[in-house]
């Protein structure tokens, strides 16, 4: 059959898999496609910063080389990534999106660079974040912002604001992003498509300033789960540099992902007891329960125990941000070029008290026994991925929900961040548009290390009510 150029980026990558495996067309025609994409729509949606085109082409004609030769090839060959700004990798510029870090090269790749690579994917180039990927909306002083492609004139989220777009607007089948506070599922909510936070050591990180972190991870954004199962087979793996990677790990996320969800008990929770919710985000995000009823599982409304999660998120995002940034702070450069919410969370930490800092631990651990506690009982935890619609481009983050104020400016995310703070795999997907055709996202989050059971479910969700087919049109809503 042939596929119009359109047609062909929003092809899901498993079946790009096929074509090349098959000869229907070769890396470097696909490579070209997608590149001439960016060309058309990046001017529109800013989703990449770097677009390392001369470097693409070099690796498809290679990898076209090792198909004609009939090599063994990777689960990946030929299919084009883009990768988050703030991951090293080779030959292309990493700038963090920091005016620090302009013309910064690094000379070697980050780990889950090197598994893309030597799964056979096509490098494409960088994508946007706000500096130093601190943010729930992706805007820097270097790059600008990345608009959402369903609205131009709102924000795509962040932090990995440019992945989610990229793939949202056809520009790449596949991304790679981290999370911190939910920085994989937001921008995933905002522009529709699927983000997945995995289980800490999942997806082992290396380079790493902070090795022992348990709360940052990175992983994988596309379009269809069964895409971002294929990428997360190819992200996730033991690594001996990585001192949380998970050691036993052979699991092959692709095997059982149709296998249903029938019987399986299922928790409901509108905001975890924790914020307001907008009225149209929680009415499309509701209307998620039939669906899985319909599916055969048994909902029930149930909240865990999630008291001081958000204080205790505040405190360890200061330790975090004080161990990475404090011997900057007498830095006048540092301190004057950055994003001022990086030197205020840095400073924060620092005066942190050694109560302070014990008390978020100890908490964190009671937070920890209570959701293991809970999920003896539900084999999955169902809510809305974000509390609000996408806000304007220009806006740094919302200030209030239903007119009530915020006292914090990471409140609006801690949906997300409660299941960072407790290292649970969780996965955002579209669960419905509003009437002026804005993606809502549906998370769905998992006991400790199951990943499979989180994908499973939203395999079926996607299979009971299928997103993929819609594009955007890059115009901006009345």
Known sequence: MVRSAEDLCYTPAVELVELIRSKEISPVELTTTFLERIEKINPLVNAYCTVAAEYALESARAAEKSLMEGQELGPLHGIPVSIKDVTLTKGIRTTYASKLFAGYVPQVDSAVVERLKKAGAIILGKTNTPEFAAGGSTYNALFGITRNPWDLSLNSGGSSG???????????????????????????????????????????????????????????????????????????????????????????????????????????????????????????????????????????????????VRETAITLRGIRYAALYQDRLDDEEFVNSVDPSIVNNARQGVNLTGSEVARAERNRSKLWRTTVKFFEDYDLLLTPTVPILPFPAETRFPTEINGHEMENYIDWIMLTYAFSIVGLPAITVPCGWTKKGLPIGLQIVGRAYDEATVLRAAAAFEAAKPWADKRPSFTQAD
């Open 162 to 308: 440019g992945a989610a777009a990229a793939v949202a607007s056809g520009m790449g089948p596949l991304a790679q992003g981290n999370d911190v506070g939910g920085s994989l599922r937001i921008p995933a909510s905002f522009c529709g498509v699927v983000g997945l936070r995995p289980s800490p050591g999942r997806v082992p990180t290396h380079p790493n300033y902070l090795y022992w972190d348990s709360v940052a991870v990175e992983g994988p954004i596309a379009r269809t789960v069964k895409d971002l199962a294929l990428m997360l087979n190819v992200l996730s793996g033991p690594d001996y540099r990585s001192p949380i990677a998970i050691f036993n790990d052979q699991a092959d996320f692709l095997q059982d992902l149709e296998a249903g969800i029938k019987n399986m008990q299922l928790a409901w929770s509108d905001n975890l007891n924790l914020m307001l919710m907008d009225e149209d985000v929680l009415e499309i995000c509701r209307s998620s329960i039939k669906t899985f009823i319909d599916l055969g599982c048994q909902v029930e409304e149930k909240t865990p125990d999630l008291t001081g």
